[in-house]
Each structure stands twice: as structure tokens, then as C-alpha cells.
């Protein structure tokens, strides 16, 4: 027990066997201190309680697992979420999809996020742009109880739906629909490795070759936007070509794809003639 009672930061981070910025990362979270403080404290002892709690996590971590699960949480749009293995890590690629939205809602508009998971495009666009009436649709009901948590968390007010894309909505129409589908295909051997394995094959799975879910989205939305309204959603570094081509094909006018910030195509739009 003296061995435990005595280690430092240091020494916690030195016996993780995780590469050093990982290793800070969760240190960081379980002290609850920044990364300046963390490196001038290294001499610092750790309680044991804490010690335990770190090479729990450490081991975890060692396992391959995301470090959003280990922590349970994982920052969005600047909105510090909730997440667990019932709903996918938010990822900061998708955070070109609620920019875009935000630049295409009037003010005071409808918008519906499809499949919303944690709540993060949803609450992101609350968050962004007060006033807004926001719906969000998730079949998975764990999952929907991780949004409706983060939405309490940040005391923003989401219509959250149980349901499977549109079919449990009232009627009504909206200037806006967004969603962060599943888009890897079903057999993509991406899908047992690294992070992906550890998250809900639901909300990753899209089918073969990764269009099922975007083909009904992109359908069912044009009975649901007001005429001038748009649709936005994610899509796979590979499939900019056949969502636009998809987009066309269905009426959808002003038709463009863009890239994120490492130059892949990320998101595609097409807006409602009208």
C-alpha cells in the first residue's frame, strides 16, 4: 500500500503504457486540471483511490478502447456531451455539417435532425442559433435517453422523437433537415477496427455499400421541407459523386458537396425548389 500511497503524476504516467498525450489526456480528466498544471505538478502525489481509477482507464485504454467511452464524455460545437457505448462519439468532421446548417436556417426556423444519437448536431444547432425549433428523431431509445440528457444538461429545449427516420412524426414542415446517417457499408472491414469496433454497429452500418439509410433520407425529405428549405447530411470520404448524383436525381436543386478540414468530401446539400 505505500507504493501506492506514494506515486506521483510522474510515475502514474510513466507506468501507463500509452503513448504520452493519451496517458495526459486521461490524467487530466480523472484530476480534473489542465495540461499546464499537470507538467508542473509531476511531482505531485496521487491518492490511491485515484491511482486505481487511472490504471483502470489505462488498461481500458490499452484494450482499444475509445477514450470518450472511458471518460464518458466528449466535447461538440463547444458543448460538452454525455456519451456511452449506446450512441457514437461525436466527431469533429461532423462539426462542418452544423456550420453549414447554421448558415442556412432563417431565423426562428424548423429543423430536424434525423437519427441524432447523442443530441450533438441537434443541440449544437440549438446552442448556435437561440430560438430555433428544433426536432430530433432516434429509434434507439438508449440512445435517445443519452440526448434527452445532454439536452437537460445544457438546459436547451429539443423535441426529441422515438422513431425510426420520419415515421413517428406529427405533420408539419421544416426550413431545415439534417442528419449524421449511418454510411459505412455493411461489410466494410473497417467496421472491426479501432474505435469503430467499440461503437453501435446501428449507427454505423448503412447498408450495402454504405447508401441505404442517405437513399431514404434524401426521399422521405422532400415531403417534409418547405419549398426553398434544404437538406444537409454526412456522407462516407467515397460517396460525394452518388449523393449528388442521388440529390439530382430526386429535384433537389443547388446541389453541392463539401470537404472538412482534411480535404475529404464530408457533406453534401441540395435545397427544395421552390
Known sequence: MSAVATATIGSLLLESGLPRAEAQLLVRILLGCERAWLIAHAE???EPSRRLAAQDWFSRRR?????????GEREFF????????????PRPETELLVELALGRIPPGGAVLDLGTGSGAVALALAHGRPGLQVTATEVSESALAIARENARRHELAIDFVPGDWFE???PGLFDLIVSNPPYVASHDPHLEQGDLRFEPRLALAGGEGGMQCIRHIAAGA????????????????????????????????????????????????GRCPG
Open 222 to 269: 422532400r415531403a417534409r421541407i418547405r419549398p426553398g428549405g434544404w437538406l444537409l447530411f454526412e456522407h462516407g470520404y467515397d460517396q460525394s459523386a452518388r449523393c449528388m448524383a442521388l440529390l439530382g436525381g430526386l429535384g433537389y436543386v443547388e446541389v453541392e458537396d463539401f470537404r472538412d478540414l482534411a480535404g475529404s468530401p464530408r457533406v453534401c446539400a
Open 168 to 170: 413517428a412524426l406529427g
Open 78 to 89: 463547444g458543448l460538452a456531451l454525455r456519451v456511452t457505448p449506446e450512441v457514437l462519439i
Open 44 to 46: 505531485e502525489t496521487v
Open 63 to 71: 484494450a482499444g478502447e475509445p477514450i470518450a467511452y472511458i471518460t
